[in-house]
């Protein structure tokens, strides 16, 4: 256990590294294109710069998707690191080093190949921008995968990652304040307020290295917990990681409704300077704006612990929808009304750091469910979906202010007093409407289908705790569940799960094929969803979840068991979806398991069902023969007694 002293200089260790990482995400994801679309391209002629300014806005959105399709192998890669310093700081501090300087060099002309080799300056831009995102994403997925390795407790991790907003918070809003004082500071030229090439080249240094010094920050200072719960029997394959993602539902839920959210408001974001610059016609406001936004977003951070333990995060989430709403809403009618302005884009500011504390929060307990559900624990993996879909939403972000720029008017000699009617609409539309659609229907994902509470997470490291990597006796207790008197009558048992009907005699277990538990039959799973054939009650729920008695309305007694010798699994793979004792209607979702992990342990993936007081009936009828194909709707057996 570590002391209260040291937890605070890890905690704020990994804040100063979430304010580096933070001040290069904003100057790379809302600056650069600025630099990129009003002073790269400064040919004289107009129709050449605008070509230019769209041909590396495609570019950047293009590698952005190819590195894109990266980024879970490098939260797989990290995952399998075995070092002396852990598994995230090595990368923090490589990925950190390495993109600082790549940074910089994005912020020059490369020596006048802008201008003097077009072709040329196009190929090593896209070279040095694909190495700077690839390190990036090193540096962003270690540090942010942290998070679940520094504590199992949800309320610690809620404080250790509030602690790391307050500081992304101050990252990248200071840069907004800074960036325009900066870039004039150290310019020849100010260009009525907009610098030139020299005052955005010394900008990126000071950002790369303030950066740079952050990671190295974070390699001295922060210390992951050591514990058995973060320990895998084996290295998760390359071959594997999509269908891990992909089978892990709360953290694909989370991640749908994130990326839709980020995406909106990650493009009115980057399209604030412009709107300072080109619909008020005061690029120097937006300093204003930026500083108001450094106090009130450290006040919004500072107050999630309380809020989310007073609203849940659930509530709060759909608090902070509602709040960005109105601020769009607000934003639209302000027009050239500066302080009606600020007031719009604080309503839409101050909420963005609740939701993504809810996010991350919500996506660093899906670590724990994974593990639950899958049997294999993935920190950095996981972890690694958020910042691909905050670098998706840079992507299209800058593509589309690119595009819009050139659309609108907006680019290199541009004012205020020659953007049109036309262009204008054009701008806002782009600006508030289409952020609007994708962040409400983000929200309607996150209500629909997001359901891991804090509470579930708790529950959830309570069984794996109680299982992971420790024998334990089975539990199968049927007391005081009242078995009724097998009715008089006929019934019917619908196939519990879909899948390949076999015979009970060749199931590969003797105590199950000799029919000493009762006749029945085996399935061999196409799907991992066992669900109740009949209404009736759990009368044995078992802590391994491999496995669960039930007993029919009219007294039929069934086990359902899934795969051969998984009891040595310990319960992981599997997630149970009721308590003994609770009534379940036919069709009900009981026990959802994944079959890979089954197979992957060795051992035998068939769920046998046996009717345990068989001998009882005066008939059991297979109404499918061995070898159908058989889904959980269809009807397998009839029974009766007389």
Sequence with gaps: MKSNKQSMSSRMSYAFGAFGNDVFFATLSTYFIMFVTTHLFNSGNAAQNDRMISIITLVIFLLRFVELAIDPFIGNAIDNTISRWGKFKPWVVIGGTVGSIALVILFTNMGGLNKSNPFVYLVLFALIYITMDIFYSFKDIGFWSMIPALTFDSREREKTATFARIGSTLGANLVGVVVMPLVLFFSLNHNGGTGDT??????????????????????????????????????????NVIHILTHNDQLMWIALAYGLYTTGITLVNSLELYYFTFILGNASAFTIFASINVFTGLISVALFPKLADKLNRRSLFFWCILTMTVGIILFVIAGTSLPLVILAAQLFAIPQPLVFLVVLMTISDSVEYGQLKLGHRDESLTLSVRPLLDKLAGAISNGVVGLTAVAAGMTTGATAASITGSGQLIFKVIMFGVPFIVIIIGTFVFYKKVTLTEKKHAEIVDQLEKTWGKEFVVSSSDDEIIVPELAIGQSTFNAPIAGKLIALSDVKDKTFSSGSLGDGFGIIPTDGRVYAPFDGIVRVAFSTRHAVGLVSDSGVVTLIHIGIGTVAMRGTGFVTYFERGQHVKKGDLLIEFWDKSIKDAGFDDTVIVTITNSTALSSLEHTKKSGSIVDKNDIILHLSKD
Excluded: C, H, M, Y
């Excluded at 950002?207 to 001295?220: E, H, L, N, Q, R």
């Excluded at 922060?222 to 320990?231: I, M």
């Design 198 to 239: 020299r005052g955005w080249f010394w900008f990126a240094v000071i950002i790369a290295g303030v950066a740079w010094i952050s990671s190295i920050v974070v390699g001295i200072g922060t210390k992951e917990v050591d514990s058995d719960l973060r320990k895998n029997k084996e290295k998760t394959s390359f071959k």
